[in-house]
């Protein structure tokens, strides 16, 4: 059970780590003939998939390995701290809005530890329908009063757009569901973050006072620059 107190209220959550959810990229296409020829056996190709599966050696062995002695380190420490006994709740009270870049490390650049922070990541780090589930979700039940959206420098988001994407997977693929997915490609980086943050302000369950600052993240020199 964990609590977000505010000066008016107290809400309380109850977690079940049992249960989880799972988000489909596929949705369903407008009508059954715009399926593409190659989609009609959809079974058939996913037994195929399973029989490649089972016959391919798990060729991330090593890295599977890699992270399970990581962590085996980290939990032999964590006895030792008080990180056990963490709040919830962020103790900070913020959350970053950010890219799944592996060069982004907001732990390092906005000098964060275990409990202080959210931190919501996505390919682009873009204020999509679901990223903004989540700003939301941070402020209302976990008590977060101070957002960032931050895009970056050299981001891969850059370097397509929905249809070459779409294309890609095509000829990946064989089918054509790519078409059918919003990728939130980017054209240039200062509008984008300025589209995301007024996206962020404007939305009907963004509360009217809480600030919203764009940044962007220089992957040459790790700085912050602001985005008016």
Not at 23 to 32: C, E, M, N, Y
Not at 39 to 55: D, L, P, V, W
Request: glycine share 8%; aromatic share 4%; charged share 25%.
């Amino acid at each position: 059970i964990g609590k977000a107190k505010d000066s008016k209220k107290t809400i309380s959550l109850k977690i079940d780590h049992r249960t989880s959810s799972h988000l489909s990229l596929l949705p369903a296409h407008p009508s059954s003939s715009n399926h593409c020829t190659t989609c009609i056996s959809r079974g058939e190709h996913e037994e195929e998939k399973t029989e490649k599966r089972e016959s391919q050696p798990d060729i991330m062995s090593t890295i599977k390995s890699e992270v399970l002695a990581a962590n085996e380190k980290y939990a032999s420490e964590f006895a030792q701290t008080q990180k056990g006994s963490l709040p919830m709740p962020p103790g900070r009270k913020f959350a970053i809005l950010t890219c799944m870049d592996a060069r982004l490390i907001p732990s390092l650049f906005a000098g964060l530890k275990e409990g202080d922070a959210h931190v919501i990541r996505n390919a682009g780090g873009r204020a999509t329908d679901d990223a903004i589930r989540s700003l939301v979700i941070s402020n209302t039940l976990l008590g977060t009063e101070e957002w960032f959206a931050i895009h970056h420098t050299d981001c891969g988001m850059l370097t397509f757009n929905d249809e070459k994407m779409s294309a890609i997977l095509k000829e990946k693929t064989g089918c054509d569901d790519g078409a059918y997915i919003k990728w939130h490609t980017i054209k240039d980086l200062k509008e984008s973050v300025a589209s995301d943050v007024r996206r962020i302000r404007g939305h009907n369950l963004t509360p009217k006072d809480i600030p919203v600052h764009g940044y962007i993240y220089d992957c040459g020199t790790g700085k912050l620059l602001p985005v008016e």
